[in-house]
């Protein structure tokens, strides 16, 4: 299932679109459904910072992975840090949230 949930999103997924769909799928999916998703899609070539992999990650509830999707140019552009704080505050994270934002003005 999730070979063809990767052949779907890779094949007409050029702009984002279909993110959500992993979101829509997570609980259907499970933990080991969405972790063979991820694995699927790297396994597919997919990027380090792919929006479906973002997805995946917020799906898990994976803060590490989300955050280590962006490197410290990324995080000079407002909405990618504003997204990093957001999932740092989520986590109880409040100091790295404030720096992610600090660094970014």
Known sequence: ???RLVDSLDDC???GQL????ELLAEALGTS??????QACV???VQEGAS???AIADALGDVESFVAAFDADALQWPPNAAAVASRLLQA????????VVRSCA
């Open 43 to 45: 396994g597919r070539g």
């Open 13 to 15: 997924n050029v702009y």
């Open 33 to 38: 459904g969405l972790e063979a998703l991820r």
């Open 92 to 99: 109880g994270r409040a100091e790295e949230a404030l720096a």
């Open 52 to 54: 479906v992999l973002l």
């Open 19 to 22: 993110d959500q769909a992993v």
């Open 1 to 3: 299932a999730a070979e």
